[in-house]
């Protein structure tokens, strides 16, 4: 079965930098395209990042462009995004996402604050 599990959250100052990790199994990683996503207290889940299958090209919502990265390693079944100059409006919950055959699939979610 499908699972994702997402770590590397955590605490940080404005300004600081977090790297988040999305493990993956029970499908072949390689051949799927993942999504890093956040929701905020109050506000819907929106997308932050995308990543093709191969890694080949990636996407950006306009507020994290030049902030954030995707990245993957399919030999490691593995997805990051490495956030840089983190400000307060990026705490939120963030999920790692994939979509196989017509069903979504997401991890639990690891908590970012970015908070002084």
């Known amino acids: 079965q499908v699972q994702l599990v997402e770590s590397g959250g955590g605490l940080v100052q404005p300004g600081g930098s977090l790297r988040l990790s999305c493990a993956a199994s029970?499908?072949?990683?390689?051949?799927?395209?993942m999504s890093w996503y956040r929701q905020a207290p109050g506000k819907e889940r929106e997308l932050v990042a995308f990543?093709?299958?191969?890694?080949?090209?990636?996407n950006y919502a306009d507020s994290m462009k030049g902030r954030f990265t995707i990245s993957r390693d399919n030999a490691k079944n593995m997805v990051y995004l490495q956030m840089n100059s983190l400000k307060p409006e990026d705490t939120a919950v963030y999920y790692c996402?994939?979509?196989?055959?017509?069903?979504?699939?997401w991890g639990q979610g690891t908590q970012v604050t970015v908070s002084t």
């Open positions: 029970g499908f072949t990683f390689s051949s799927y395209a």
């Open positions: 990543i093709t299958s191969t890694g080949s090209s990636t």
């Open positions: 996402k994939t979509r196989r055959l017509g069903n979504d699939y």
